[in-house]
DNA sequence: TTATAGATGATAGTATTACTATTATATACA
DNA sequence: TGTATATAATAGTAATACTATCATCTATAA
């Protein structure tokens, strides 16, 4: 069984569908590429237009500016990653064991999957981790939010906390601890990288320790008392 | 009884100190008002200079760039932040009751404080919310780091955790769970007043709301078992 | 088969950003 | 009085972040 999966994108994040088209895909993969290894700062449309083999204007015709891409392709991951839970969650009956799921799929080095052939979702994980906050930390966040391009992080967010609300129907907190878990699962990654001595993790630079404390903190939190 | 209170910086942080002159102070001063009003994308040295009376030059005399700037405001926030938690921890024997008292520094709106005539700790809190972490988010983390330019932050995590370890001493992941308060008081407090349906707050909107998240967290955490 | 819409390539141009350099002036202090 | 220090004023450069125009190529509907 070959399969191909598409992730349906807010269209306001594009002005022409990069998934259309050749150039398009390419756009996305080379941003991929080029902003995992130097870095979202140094990303420009002309420096990805001369590794495409193409204009800087024509990028801009897919892509408003920089910002938009990267909104685009974080909202990319996010709905990718949501499908990615719904599909390893699915058949589980206890709530337990999906949040447990959910806390590994987040925390866990990611593998490139075939079914996306133009975006390689490791890099892309890695750009979430160290780059997906910018997105939202920016005056403009009201209108962007307006506009319903952090829809795939809320479903996200959604999904979690139904599943702490399964574990534990009383929890008060049950938003706030999902955004917790995914915002840890990554910065608690990009301390043991960059700035170790923040986190217990400096021996080892595990996944398998980010999830032991994630796992810790959920469960001590959301168990019945 | 009138008191200055002097933040010692790592010098390497600045090019001339800003302490020690008028346009220094005023670099500093209206560069919190500027990023708070306007973003840190928005904010140029020429724009400063021009709120200020000076020139562009001027201002290179002091920072490097505007990122070096940034890091500069946020460690002096890092700094005063933890005088703030030492000077109202001072006697205090349980340590619960200090850790309540930090999560409460850490997740409540700053008043400004007079001993500092030139930095507005009120804004400066919301800058740190806001901007604060595309100080690390960057490429330059590792050389960053090597000059010590997140010792405040890192010492900060310090004795959070060692007030943890002073609750549990069994407690595995107190650097970790230090992070995660200090990030967490931000974060929920962003996505609180900017995108409400991430957090359980969206109706009060209060910092106590907050401040009885982390403190559930956090105790369940380390509660003995 | 032709007309045409859609996508791309090539080129040019602009305002702003992120700096660096130079020179002159003001002040401070020894 | 001389000298160091800080600042102001000005100029200049390379890169960034766009916008605009026009020619060409290609797929497909008339």
Redo the contacts between chains.
Sequence with gaps: MKMKLQVIMNDDLFLRDPEHTELGRNIVKYSIQYIHQ??F??FTFKKLAEDIGTTEAGVYRYFENKHRLLTYITAWYWSWLEYQIVFQTNNVNDPVIKLKKVIKLLATAVQDDDQTSHVNEKLLHNIVI??G??V????Q??ED?KQQF?KP??EL?SVISAIILECSPKY?????????II??AH??N??MN??P?????SKTKEDSD?IA?LN??VF??I?K?
């Excluded at 008060?172 to 917790?180: D, E, F, G």
Aim: with cysteine; net charge positive.
């Design positions: 130097f870095g700062e140094a160290s780059e906050s910018k939202y930390l920016t005056k966040v009201g939010n952090f992080y809320k967010c008060k907190y049950p938003r706030s601890l999902a955004t917790t915002e840890m910065l608690q990009f301390f960059n700035l001595s923040l986190t217990d993790f980010i404390f810790d903190l001590s939190s168990k008392r």
